[in-house]
């Protein structure tokens, strides 16, 4: 069965940084891009972060860029995204996902999802 | 960047009633919208993938449909443990894919 658990999260001061980890199991990780999408409170769903199977290939979205790292070690089974210069707005839960595929071996949906863990920004 | 707009933000049901919910894409999306469900607490889970496939394991009474701009996503027959937040999402342009506001789903 697929797990996905994140750890890291807690409550940070405005400019400081934290590391957040996905550990996961139940699937062959080295195979599966991965994903950080967070959620602030009251509000959507936002996607962070994209990073593919090998790390050859890394995507940040823009509310983001410049300021959170992602990364992996396929040989420990773990996601990571490293944050620095932290904003009260970046205050919200943050989930690790998976990418599946379709048939032709294009990502197209996120299959499994952890529980997500909350990052708090404030003074 | 495409901007998927969904509605009803809220919605109140009963038990056994056919619940619909809307996601309108700024741009022809063709059919890559997903639909995901979110609990307090809880992973979130991907119910409708491809506008209209139902995930492995989701129960038959979810369904999906549409194409091109226009997307719907249906509850048959709402079950108490469907209580959610639902959410669309485009990955027409990847890898920057964006969901809609979400619709909160209560029981009435």
């Known amino acids: 069965e697929v797990h996905l658990v994140e750890s890291g999260g807690g409550l940070v001061q405005p400019g400081g940084s934290l590391r957040l980890s996905c550990a996961a199991s139940?699937?062959?990780?080295?195979?599966?891009?991965m994903n950080w999408v967070r959620q602030a409170p009251g509000r959507g769903l936002e996607w962070i972060s994209y990073i593919s199977a090998s790390s050859g290939t890394i995507y940040y979205a823009d509310s983001v860029k410049g300021r959170f790292t992602i990364s992996r070690d396929n040989a420990k089974n773990s996601l990571y995204l490293q944050m620095i210069s932290l904003r009260p707005d970046d205050t919200a839960v943050y989930y690790c996902a998976r990418y599946s595929y379709d048939s032709s071996g294009y990502p197209n949906r996120f299959d499994y999802w952890g529980q997500g863990t909350l990052v708090t920004v404030s003074s | 960047d495409v901007q998927v707009t969904q509605s009803p933000s809220s919605l109140s049901a009963s038990v056994g009633d056919r619940v619909t919910i809307t996601c309108q894409a700024s741009q022809d999306i063709n059919i890559y919208l997903n639909w995901y469900q979110l609990k307090p607490g809880k992973a979130p889970k991907l119910l409708i993938y491809d506008a209209s496939k139902l995930q492995a394991g989701v129960p038959s009474r979810f369904s999906g449909s549409g194409s091109g701009t226009d997307f719907t996503f249906t509850i048959s027959s709402l079950q108490p443990e469907d209580i959610a937040t639902y959410y669309c999402q485009q990955y027409d342009n990847l890898p920057q894919v964006t969901f809609g506001q979400g619709t909160r789903l209560e029981i009435k």
């Open positions: 139940g699937f062959t990780f080295s195979s599966y891009a």
